[in-house]
């Protein structure tokens, strides 16, 4: 068995309901003077493995590592291909209330009814990640919606089940949310977009990367209904043009990071656009917009003053006559890169 294995058949077990046996109890603990308030402090900023190694130690420091108190924060990411969902369903008893953020990236064998459970146990959670959750439907999210109304983050990245209901949902249950990632859910329209923006207009940050079926329209939404938007990922959204890039930067002053690459149809007008009215922007990609010119990045260089990084890869009309304008115009600079910031 690998370490790591060894180490999840050790959380697995802490986080039962049962208490796991201790032949060796420390009889004498000089921690156990601290008042329990403070012992609880300590643990708090344990993270998961070494919450369940303390587990182990005694039965008053089992006690005290599975106080939900100390399962404020979860990641199970290192752990996502062991991940059953028994284990949601126990640490969801285990944690109750107490539970604001937990990450459940890559956690493929977790499905519906563990996160039903999980929103019927933790309503108070606050950060919640699902990406990659295979396996995950529109029945999670209707579960969220119903009963965690303090939800502010949502990652529903590659969830390939998700339609256009679960942002229905979510409209409706989680009108506190401000960031949500679809990226990759292929399935998701207009009509859900549009849902998503009229129920959560508290929105700052949205990304549909990779949904070939968002258009101008949904865009428009947006941009008509959530004006504290700050990051906005549009990447490989192909269908989108300048009309709606238009009216998301004149709507959504506030916008500082934007990603548009491969946006094959958007020309310099949305670069204007963007220049006219969004003069927070620190990052901006737009690899793969092969209509961009000098023009588009001579608006930007003069408007924009805050740009820190940009992406411009395959953007092959550009001369350098658009370096020099980014150079004189934008200070903060730091380069121009291909990675995505977003």
């Avoid at 108190?69 to 990641?75: D, G, M, V």
């Avoid at 990922?233 to 990603?259: A, V």
Wanted: proline share 1%.
């Amino acid at each position: 068995m690998s370490n790591k294995n060894k180490l999840f058949g050790t959380m697995e077990d802490s986080v039962s309901t049962q208490a796991c046996s201790h032949s060796h109890e420390i009889e004498e603990e000089p921690i156990k003077q601290l008042p329990k308030e403070i012992l609880l402090r300590i643990f708090s900023y344990l993270d998961v493995i070494s919450l369940c190694r303390c587990a182990q130690v005694s039965k008053s420091w089992n006690i005290l590592a599975l106080d939900g108190s100390s399962w404020q924060t979860i990641n199970l990411f290192d752990f996502q291909k062991d991940i059953e969902g028994a284990v949601i369903e126990n640490i969801s008893h285990r944690c109750g209330g107490f539970l604001k953020i937990l990450t459940l990236k890559g956690c493929q064998s977790v499905g519906d009814s563990s996160i039903k459970t999980l929103a019927q146990h933790c309503p108070n959670i606050e950060h919640l990640d699902l990406s990659e959750c295979k396996t995950v439907t529109d029945l999670s999210t209707e579960s969220l919606s119903r009963h965690c109304v303090k939800l502010l983050s949502l990652n529903l990245g590659s969830c390939s089940n998700i339609t256009d209901e679960s942002l229905k949902f979510i409209a409706d249950g989680c009108s506190n949310l401000t960031e949500i990632d679809l990226s990759w859910c292929n399935i998701i329209t207009i009509n859900g977009v549009e849902a998503l923006a009229r129920g959560c207009k508290k929105l700052k940050k949205f990304s549909s990367k990779g949904c070939k079926q968002i258009n101008d329209n949904a865009v428009i939404c947006l941009a008509n209904y959530c004006h504290d938007l700050i990051i906005l990922n549009l990447h490989s959204c192909e269908n989108i043009t300048d009309i709606s890039i238009r009216h998301i930067s004149r709507n959504c002053i506030k916008l500082q990071k934007i990603c548009l690459s491969k946006c094959v149809e958007l020309t310099d007008q949305s670069l204007i656009a963007i220049s006219q009215n969004n003069h927070a922007l620190n990052t901006l990609e737009v690899s793969g917009c092969h209509q961009f010119t000098d023009i588009g990045f001579q608006a930007l260089g003069k408007n924009c003053k805050y740009l820190e990084k940009m992406d411009l890869e395959e953007c092959n009309q550009i001369t350098d006559l658009t370096l020099a304008y980014l150079a004189t115009g934008c200070p903060g600079l730091e380069k121009l890169v291909s990675e995505t910031y977003i």
